[in-house]
């Protein structure tokens, strides 16, 4: 997992400097932590996007130790910073693993999202990730909007060695993803991934396309979609949040996936994400290659986002 740290480590660097700066900052011009300080403090970890309740928490954190004694080092405070970044992603976190004892074949899940979050290039990730842990992966092509998503699903599943299921472009979403689903079963697979179009969650008609999706699948087998995964853009920052809200008033989120979170300095929107939905966080996406998408440990993530050890 060394290699994970690293990647991940870099992946977060901008988040993380950002973090270092402002942390220094207030500590050097307050001279140490004071409750003036501890105010500034708090406000620029909520522009870090690390949201009201780990803020604040944080906040109690460093205020218990400056009743103790007087912080004046920032790598101290950093080190704070993450144990209660950590204690907060526990509550979400849930690594992903494949259980043979409790999934049923095809284990169907269906991914969603606003444009562009990830989707496409998550389930290319997610293809190669199963194939890696040896098992047989189908892929349906249900963004049937534009003839280009088709192309770039096939040619992902091609990359990871899965089967892509089909249908020309304009076709109907629920239909290609009931295709799919018969022919996984048909297949033996082990894995169903469903790639749908992506969709503004403020648009009422498209997000019932999700849902027709869902009884589809339903229909066809008992308990499908075992799972529906939201993915994220780390990019996005505070909107995510209203996103995740709404996808899963329709859908019923079971897990999300947070993508981009290479180059970004927004990766504190996980802490906030699954403070404020209580949904775990599953994977995290650190770049474009077919192995960017690593299980989510809470952990792994708190040390990259801010210990002082691995800066620089
Ligand atoms: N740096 C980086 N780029 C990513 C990551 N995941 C996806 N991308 C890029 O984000 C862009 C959009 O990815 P797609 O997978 O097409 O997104 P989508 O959600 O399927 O988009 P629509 O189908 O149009 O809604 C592509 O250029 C991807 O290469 C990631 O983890 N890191
Ligand atoms: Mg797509």
Known sequence: MADFRSRIARGLARTRELLLRDVSEVL???????????????????????????AASIRHRLEEETGKRRISEPERVMALIAAAVEESLLVASRPRHFDEAFIERPHVVLMVGVNGCGKTTTIGKLAHYYKEEGKEVVVAAADTYRAAAVEQLAIWADRAGAYCVRSHEGADAAAVAFDALEAARAQGADVLLVDTAGRLHTRKGLMEELAKIR????QKMEGAPHETVLVLDATTGQNALAQAEEFNKVVGVTGLILTKLDGTARGGIVVAVAERLGIPVEMIGVGEELDDLHPFEAREFAAALLSPETVG
């Open 28 to 54: 050097r011009s307050a001279g140490g932590l004071d409750p003036d300080s501890l105010d500034e403090l708090e406000d620029r970890l909520l522009a870090a996007d690390l949201g009201v309740t780990a």
């Open 215 to 218: 009884r589809v699948l339903a």
